[in-house]
């Protein structure tokens, strides 16, 4: 049996076929029930929209001043809101609030401005030029099945300091299914799995400039983990340290893991992701 189509509703239908149960049946023919003028759900309340559309921003979600709405941003790119939100919160530009959402310190520094809906709730509103953000343009891409791939970064940051990957295939499977470079990485892979830590591998970091990490946890604040392990190497030293800048100059969390590290984790990796709002069992 299906469910009733009116937000906030998980009863069954009345019968086979029909769109609502007995009371928003009857609640529908009494004009008690409507459609979102917006989103196209079934809602209770008098208004044009449902309960969500209506703690939206009055008018075209736009502020005067031109700073776009995640509503204005998925009507853009041909998303939903909750999508938009999703992802800027995935790049750690914003964060969740007791209700709704503020921006990070990255997100601060792309330009971010807190707003507040009717009923207090706040959110975050950005400069258009967000639509040209090389990073989230990628995620966008990611998240649809439809669009082109996003278009190469034009700071060939990459070619000077991930070519190494082309010669370090990922042959080491974790036990989540990720393909890795080495027996270190398959470790932490290992350990962030079964800490039941959400966390993605060679993540491209939320930035302009074309560089993946090792691995990205999106709990807490946003935390990226490099593993250093051909440090005797001339010519990783200087990709090293590279990497090293590129995290220092746009203030990312990093944990930094070397050989040391890699034998002790569970008593290592608790203490550094404490450190940024990440707990562990």
């Known amino acids: 049996m299906e469910r009733c189509q009116v937000e906030g509703c998980s009863r069954d239908v009345s019968k086979t076929g029909y769109q609502f149960c007995l009371d ?3 609640a529908e023919k009494a004009g008690r029930v409507a459609k979102c003028e917006r989103c196209g759900r079934w809602h209770e309340n008098a208004g044009r929209r449902c309960n969500g559309c209506s703690n939206e921003p009055a008018g075209d979600e736009e502020s005067p001043s031109g700073y776009l709405s995640s509503t204005k941003i998925g009507d853009r790119l041909g ?18 609030y007791v209700k709704g959402w503020i921006p990070t310190e990255r997100g601060n520094a792309l330009g971010a401005n ?3 809906m009717r009923n207090g709730t706040p959110f975050v509103v950005w400069p258009p030029n967000i639509l040209d953000n090389q990073a989230f343009r990628a995620s966008i891409d990611e998240q649809s099945t439809t669009r082109k791939p996003a278009a190469q970064a034009t700071k060939p940051v990459a070619a000077k300091i991930d070519d190494f990957r082309t010669k370090f295939p990922a042959n080491f ?14 470790l932490i892979d290992n350990w962030l799995y079964m800490q039941k830590l959400v966390h993605a591998y060679e993540r491209r970091l939320p930035i302009e400039e074309e560089c993946y990490c090792d691995f990205y946890l ?21 990709r090293q340290a590279a990497k090293r800048s590129i995290y220092a100059k746009h203030d990312l969390r990093l ?5 040391a590290e890699i034998e002790r984790l569970d008593d290592v990796l608790p203490r550094m992701l404490l450190k940024f709002g990440i707990e562990s069992t």
Do not use: C, F
Request: proline share 3%; aromatic share 10%.
């Open 114 to 116: 807190v707003r507040e």
């Open 255 to 259: 944990i930094e893991l070397g050989d």
């Open 79 to 96: 998303i939903s809101n909750v999508k938009v939100n999703l992802i800027l919160a995935e790049l750690g530009w914003i964060e969740k």
């Open 173 to 186: 499977r974790t036990q989540d299914g990720h393909m890795v470079r080495s027996r270190a990485e398959l």
């Open 24 to 26: 928003h049946w009857k």
């Open 218 to 238: 999106p709990g807490g604040k946003g935390v990226y983990i490099e593993y250093w392990g051909l440090e005797a190497d001339p010519k990783y030293r200087e």
